[in-house]
T-cell receptor, first 110, second 116 residues
Framework: AQRVTQPEKLLSVFKGAPVELKCNYSYSGSPELFWYVQYSRQRLQLLLR??SRESIKGFTADLNKGETSFHLKKPFAQEEDSAMYYCALRPGGGADGLTFGKGTHLIIQP | NAGVTQTPKFRVLKTGQSMTLLCAQDMNHEYMYWYRQDPGMGLRLIHYSVGEGTTAKGEVPDGYNVSRLKKQNFLLGLESAAPSQTSVYFC???????????????FGPGTRLTVL
């Protein structure tokens, strides 16, 4: 069975500092990886997916198959980035549900 | 478009009571999902459906039943609620891009359920 690990429950950085939220996964095939964000009192929404290779709100994430990682990065954190971030995996790009990590609570201090 | 909506937003049950959570989507999506979110656990898949009239078990299906009688609705039932089912329940929907690929999942606002 697949697994997603987010080692940091809480990450606190100062505004303007770089941010890296770690995500490691285990899956025997070729998964699809996502980052979802949940702002306070809002629903879960997609931030990034690895196949699109986009930069959303200044965030990027690169799939490293050798290290089985999909870390989320932003060079300069902003206060509005404070939220819960979830890394998720979908096996083989099918209609199966997502497997989520436990989430990282990112706090950006002024 | 309302997107994915969930009814009710909050509910308190006593142990042994039953209830049904309703998820509705107006995006004509084929695939629908129910997750539960517990503190420190992330989201875990309960059941899902790949089309009207079909359902499948996810990671944590015990104690829940589901039905997808209409494409736009996905119901999650608790026949005999237990305190361990206290959680926030999220519904999601998705669709096929028609090239063997699938779009991301779109989530509802959640239902906060407390079982006493």
């Amino acid at each position: 069975a697949q697994r997603v690990t987010q080692p940091e429950k809480l990450l606190s950085v100062f505004k303007g500092a770089p941010v890296e939220l770690k995500c490691n996964y285990s899956y025997s095939g070729s998964p699809e990886l996502f980052w979802y964000v949940q702002y306070s009192r809002q629903r879960l929404q997609l931030l990034l997916r690895h196949i699109s290779r986009e930069s959303i709100k200044g965030f990027t994430a690169d799939l490293n198959k050798g290290e089985t990682s999909f870390h989320l990065k932003k060079p300069f954190a902003q206060e509005e980035d404070s939220a819960m971030y979830y890394c998720a995996l979908r096996p083989g790009g099918g209609a199966d549900g997502l497997t989520f990590g436990k989430g990282t609570h990112l706090i950006i201090q002024p | 478009n309302a997107g994915v909506t969930q009814t009710p937003k909050f509910r308190v049950l006593k142990t042994g009571q039953s209830m049904t959570l309703l998820c509705a989507q107006d995006m004509n999506h084929e695939y629908m999902y129910w997750y539960r979110q517990d503190p420190g656990m992330g989201l875990r898949l309960i059941h899902y459906s790949v089309g009207e009239g079909t359902t499948a078990k996810g990671e944590v299906p015990d104690g829940y039943n589901v039905s997808r009688l209409k494409k736009q609705n996905f119901l999650l039932g608790l026949e005999s609620a237990a305190p361990s089912q206290t959680s926030v329940y999220f519904c999601a929907s998705s669709f096929s891009l028609g090239t063997g690929e699938f779009d991301t999942q779109y989530f509802g606002p959640g239902t906060r359920l407390t079982v006493l």
